[in-house]
């Protein structure tokens, strides 16, 4: 389905690229949105996101997967946003923009960059993985995660950091953590 819209895009057919905007915009919007401070530069990159694919569409190759082709282009639009900026960036930012720079990885490495997240997410103690679910796929406050899980904020925090730096230490980097949050929110959206 997906070679089919590339195709159907490269020709330029409108119909195409309304169906795609409505396929991937909210997803494209929840990859952006971990990046970006405000709602309306999360708006703001998610359009540069789709601006591009069809500012581009004629060079777009049919063997290389839709999602494939809007990450590499988020990657790209949110590394533009930070550069834009015009603001001291902490450490995390800067190391977010090395990772966002540096060179894509192949296509066909993300789903094995997905499989591994997933693997060794679920390496993890179950509540614990509950947690850093709630909060990095969810959105959801350490406040509100601990009223859920009937213990002090402190105490979630402490978990979503151990699990940070497991992944860490098995060379797992932010946004291909981001990634995976994006992964999921649309397989739960196909389940439900």
């Known amino acids: 389905m997906s070679s089919n819209l590339i195709l159907r895009l490269r020709a330029g057919d409108d119909s195409c690229f309304k169906e795609i905007y409505e396929l991937y915009h909210f997803k494209v919007f929840c990859f952006v949105k971990k990046y970006t401070a405000q709602l309306a530069d999360s708006e703001d990159v998610t359009q540069n996101v789709f601006i591009h694919l069809w500012k581009y569409r004629t060079k ?9 082709i809007l990450f590499k ?68 406050s350490y406040k509100e995660i601990a009223v859920e899980m009937n213990m002090s904020p402190s105490a979630v925090a402490n ?34």
Do not use: G
């Not at 777009?60 to 494939?68: G, K, S, W």
């Not at 603001?87 to 094995?112: G, H, M, T, W, Y």
């Open 60 to 68: 777009l190759d049919p063997n290389v997967t839709l999602e494939a």
């Open 159 to 192: 978990q979503i950091s151990k699990t940070l730096q497991f992944l860490k230490k098995n060379s797992v980097k932010n946004h291909e953590l981001y990634w995976f949050a994006l992964f999921f929110i649309s397989q739960t959206e196909f389940i439900s």
């Open 73 to 140: 282009s988020s990657k790209q639009e949110i590394s533009k946003w930070y550069k834009k900026q015009n603001r001291i960036f902490s450490v995390e930012d800067d190391q977010l923009i090395k990772e966002l720079d540096s060179a894509a990885e192949p296509d066909e490495d993300i789903s094995s960059q997905l499989e591994k997240i997933e693997y060794l997410l679920n390496k993890i103690p179950e509540k614990r993985r509950k947690i850093f679910s709630l909060h990095k796929f969810e959105d959801r």
